[in-house]
């Protein structure tokens, strides 16, 4: 049936990113296009005037960075987060990727 080559599939998916992980590195993941590829020392205060490592972000008052993540281990999920509102939205995408999970297994199995 379609077991196997589903399995496949994901072997294959899985196979191309982590290749993807280890060929990006070398070839510029994270280089300014506009210093020919060199990423400036941290400790060098002029080249970080762009913005670069503050990813582009004002400084200032109310700028501060929020974020988090979502591990699903299998039916359990790890939700990490930076504040309690980022966690918030995480716990309700993971209550509405398990909906669509127990969807998809009452309709296809």
Known sequence: MMGPLLVTIGMLLILCGILLIFLVGP???GRDKARGGQIPHPDNKDNCSDGLHTGNRPE??????RGGG???LGPIPIILGSDSKSALYLVLLV???M???VLYFL???
Do not use: K, N, R
């Open 70 to 72: 979502i591990i699903m």
């Open 95 to 97: 209550i509405i990727l």
């Open 27 to 29: 070839f510029g993941a």
């Open 107 to 109: 309709i296809f199995m």
């Open 99 to 101: 909906v669509l999970m």
């Open 60 to 65: 200032g008052p109310g700028t501060e960075l």
